[in-house]
């Protein structure tokens, strides 16, 4: 049976269809941060003795675990 121009598929995506995506998520992720946040390989992080903070949660972590107050100057 023909298909129709409209109908053409990429051979990989039918490949990723039948088999799914070569790679696994747990194959790039390289921990977990204080709040149990997926460190993904190239994100940037801050290291405090063993504990690990993902940038974007690097404010809560001060305010809630080291009692760091947030204030807007005057």
Do not use: C, S
Request: glycine share 10%; aromatic share 14%; net charge negative.
């Amino acid at each position: 049976m023909a298909r129709a121009y409209g109908d053409i598929e990429h051979p990989q995506i039918i490949k990723t269809n039948r088999t799914g995506y070569p790679t696994k998520f747990d194959d790039v992720v390289a921990g977990f941060d204080y709040f149990g946040d997926e460190i993904w390989i190239g994100d940037k992080i801050y290291v405090l003795d063993d504990e690990m903070v993902l940038e974007g949660n690097l404010e809560r972590y001060l305010v809630e675990v080291l009692g760091f107050e947030v204030k807007e100057a005057e």
